[in-house]
């Protein structure tokens, strides 16, 4: 991610904390990259950040589970740029809820953020795309008419099953 962010002349936010931060912070100021530490922060306040975001990068270089991340940036109508990998790669829609890149690729992944950037549009449509995919496929309200279906099918099957046993 850093160094995709050299050529990148937008802020970028790394939230939270780990191990490697201060190894980080030291590549930041050494590249003088436009790039801010938030260190840990509560739901609230990571949600505000995701929420404000252009875009959320995922630049995983690992096969994730189920990364909250992505649903939390969909939810927000954040476009997601994510590493094309595991389930990355399947619960962004490249185009659609966002874009995606080949893992640790840097000059990809530039390249991306940067036609990202430059289409606003593009980012607009993503926008409204990620909330409605988000709506449809994730939230809970979603899930009741999912459910309902199924019933509903497993009902009509049961119906039928038992018009012909009679």
């Not at 002349?9 to 780990?18: F, Q, T």
């Amino acid at each position: 991610l850093l160094e995709a962010w050299r050529g990148i002349n937008i802020p970028l936010k790394i939230v939270g904390d780990g191990p490697l931060r201060s190894e980080l912070e030291a590549i930041v100021r050494t590249r003088a990259l436009k790039a801010e530490f938030t260190g840990h922060l509560d739901r609230e306040n990571v949600m505000g950040i995701v929420q404000r975001a252009m875009l959320q990068v995922v630049p995983s270089e690992c096969y994730e589970g189920f990364p909250m991340v992505l649903l939390e940036a969909m939810a927000c109508g954040t476009p997601v740029v994510a590493s094309r990998i595991g389930s990355l790669d399947e619960i962004v829609l490249d185009g659609i809820t966002g874009t995606k890149f080949s893992p640790g690729d840097a000059g990809e992944l530039a390249a991306t953020v940067k036609g990202l950037v430059s289409e606003p549009e593009r980012l607009a449509s993503m926008r409204i795309s990620a909330r409605d995919h988000f709506e449809r496929r994730y939230a809970p309200s979603g899930h009741v008419v999912q459910l309902a279906e199924i019933y509903r099918d497993v009902i009509q099957e049961m119906k039928i099953k038992a018009a012909g046993h009679g």
